[in-house]
């Protein structure tokens, strides 16, 4: 007994030796740790970077497709660069809770003041842990991490909360992922001893406050250092291209990223800065200008325009440009547009710019593509711009725009009113039946009401519509469960029904007598799930179908030189022998001559270019990468500086892109404000 009350009083001594690294562990965080505020803070932070890796990890793991040759040592890499972000990031969103924990007055030793702070920490974390957690699968969808604009892209839609718990469900793991990582993050956290127990080890007020006022100057100082990337680098604050210093490919910046961080950088900041590689207009013009003015080829043809945007129609999907897949066994999943493409004039490279339903539509009805970020998304898209629909008014031209979800969905009916089209038709035209469940109504029943609404319409008309159905949560009608090939990927099933759609759409409209006087044109809003390792490339991630169709004419072949989304509407009044000047980023595949041809898109902070055979990555101040597109089809081979090609594609790339800054910001989007 007596023995016990001795050990027990040694326990208590300041001496007191623990023997467990368990015990040593807990005495010394007892001691050194939890007795000052500032080392509590250092201690959470640590907690929280070693958790923004865990989630990096698990980023790289679950997406692991999308990064097949990274090596250990280029990880490593990685994992390095993603430090300044991770500590930027944390910075950031903990402002608030370090600024709590570092004023010099005794009230933030109270016990209810630390539950808050503590509170406020986990609340704060775990909605950045959620964000990280969201993109390791929207990161499929985009190829990048998720930015502000984020919170524009979706604010018309109703029923987020219904799609967010579906993809809780379906991605079930990435959830219970989530949920540990909080958990760890709850059960970890450290709160200053003094919270509990009110202790002052210095005697002089002065002191004490001088001291603590230093140190809050201090931390103050070092935090401005890490929220900018460090003191003496000389891109500071740092931004999302800067992850690009880190990287082989520009799709590996999302592991050195972090979505927070991203979020924070891109909010309320100035999207578009001049670049000033020519220093005037009439040089800039002489390279690249978006001022067309075609020469009359003929009469002017008063064609119908129908123009399809399909949802996720990946150039994947078709066993018309696949032929080569699975050792020629691969038929893809969409047979009538595969007999389409026999049909009509189609491309063997034809591309997106961009990687969000958002960037369809400028693209291909205003020639306007997605650079930086997403033109709906930015302060520009209030400004007076071109687009199929006021050129084609010129001549006569009914237009209207048709989408099956609710109005107002993906900013569309506002596009549409800002690109001049006469009528929109969304769910609140169609009614409130024959639903998804989740986005809109079914394709199969919202193609034939685009097929009868036409029939009412006057002649000539431009129309467009943007199908839905082959997007998350990947659902098809009840009917036709079994139906479709399910393929490996749950949206091969929704690539089916949606050609089959398509297809009864076609035999509806052939019952037109102004059928055979129509311009179809069918393309894909961007790409989305793959499976093949061709198709994971930063070329490939915007592989689309670009097809058209003019029944009974002589439009038809496989054409090898590059074409793009902006490519469409150019391309179209140059087929209608259009013979005014217009406004327009693309280029009219009809008369350009081959070798002029280029695309052009947007990936993690890189501009990337193709023309030729070669494929260029640009960082807005130096190539950071050059391949043969057509020969090294998974960039494995770095050409950068040893082709003479080079050159001039960057010098046409940099024109086209202080063109189209220029232009953004000074609202020069029409012909009309030269």
């Known amino acids: 007994m007596n023995t016990g009350t001795a050990q027990n009083n040694d326990s208590n001594n300041k001496n007191y030796n623990p023997r467990s690294f368990v015990e040593k562990s807990k005495h010394i965080r007892d001691k050194y740790i939890k007795t000052y505020p500032a080392a509590v803070c250092f201690y959470n932070f640590v907690l929280m970077l070693a958790i923004y890796y865990l989630c990096r990890i698990f980023f790289l793991i679950v997406n692991k497709n999308y990064f097949s040759d990274i090596t250990f040592s280029h990880f490593l890499n990685l994992l390095k660069g993603g430090l300044q972000f991770d500590i930027s990031a944390l910075l950031y969103t903990n402002a608030i809770y370090l600024a709590m924990q570092i004023f010099p007055f005794k009230f933030r030793l109270n016990r209810i003041y630390q539950s808050v702070a503590k509170w406020i920490f986990i609340a704060i974390n775990s909605l950045a842990i959620t964000a990280n957690c969201i993109d390791i699968i929207y990161f499929r969808f985009t190829s990048r991490r998720t930015t502000s604009t984020v919170f524009t892209e979706f604010q018309n839609e109703n029923n987020l909360l219904k799609i967010i718990g579906l993809a809780m469900v379906e991605y079930w793991y990435v959830t219970l992922f989530a949920a540990f990582v909080i958990f760890i993050l709850y059960k970890c956290y450290c709160s200053p001893a003094t919270a509990v127990k009110k202790v002052s080890s210095l005697k002089s007020k002065v002191t004490y406050y001088a001291l ?30 800067n992850a690009n210093a880190y990287v082989n490919k520009s799709v590996e910046a999302a592991i050195v990223l972090n979505t927070p961080f991203c979020i924070v950088r ?18 800039m013009a002489a390279v690249y200008s978006p001022l067309h003015s075609p020469s009359s080829s003929g009469e002017f043809k008063p064609l119908n325009v129908v123009i399809f945007i399909t949802e996720s129609f990946g150039k994947e999907y078709s066993g018309f440009f696949n032929r080569h897949l699975d050792n020629g066994t691969y038929k893809g999943y969409t047979p009538f547009m595969d007999s389409l493409y026999n049909e009509g004039l189609t491309f063997e490279y034809s591309y997106s710019n961009g990687r969000k339903s958002i960037d369809a539509m400028p693209s291909i009805l205003s020639s306007i593509p ?22 084609l008014k010129e001549k006569g031209y009914y237009s209207a725009f048709f989408h099956g979800a609710h109005n107002g969905s993906m900013g569309f009916l506002a596009y ?19 639903l998804d469940g989740m986005w809109a109504v079914w394709d199969e029943e919202f193609l034939q009401y685009y097929a009868e609404k036409m029939g009412e319409l006057k002649q000539p008309f431009v129309t467009a519509v943007f199908t839905a159905t082959s997007h998350h949560p990947f659902k098809i009608p009840k009917r036709y469960e079994g139906h479709f090939p399910e393929g490996d990927k749950p949206i091969h099933k929704c690539i089916g029904y949606t050609d089959y759609a398509i297809r009864q759409f076609f035999n509806k409209m052939k019952q037109y007598e102004w059928f055979d006087n129509t311009l179809f044109v069918i393309t894909a809003d961007h790409t989305n799930m793959v499976t093949h390792e061709e198709y994971f490339t930063d070329v490939n991630a915007y592989s689309v179908p670009i097809l058209f169709y003019h029944p009974g004419s002589d439009l038809k072949g496989l054409k090898t030189e590059p074409v793009q989304q902006i490519d469409i509407m150019p391309s179209i009044l140059g087929y209608l022998n259009y013979d005014q000047p217009y406004f327009a980023y693309g280029q009219d595949i009809f008369s350009t001559n081959e070798n002029d041809k280029f695309t052009v898109n947007y990936s993690n902070q890189l501009y990337q270019f193709l023309q030729h055979d ?12 050059f391949y043969n597109y057509k020969t090294d089809t998974l960039l494995k081979n770095n050409l950068a500086g040893k082709v003479e090609e080079q050159q001039e594609m960057e010098h046409l790339l940099k024109a086209i892109i202080q063109q189209y800054v220029v232009r953004m910001t000074e609202n020069r989007l029409t012909l009309t404000k030269p």
Do not use: W
């Open 416 to 434: 549409a009113k800002s690109a001049g089209f006469d009528d929109y038709f969304g769910l609140t035209e169609y009614g409130n039946t024959d």
């Open 266 to 283: 891109t909010l309320d900041k100035k999207v578009y800065k001049n670049p000033q590689y020519f220093d005037s207009e009439e040089e």
């Open 212 to 241: 603590h006022t230093l140190l809050m100057c201090a931390v103050a100082f070092v935090t401005v250092i890490g929220m900018r990337g460090g003191i003496v680098a000389p891109h500071r604050p740092i931004t999302l291209s």
């Open 614 to 625: 070669y494929f260029l990555q640009f960082d807005g101040q130096k190539v950071k990468s």
């Open 370 to 391: 997605m650079i930086i970020e997403p033109f709906i998304s930015t302060s520009y898209s209030i400004n007076e711009i071109s687009s199929m629909a006021a050129v």
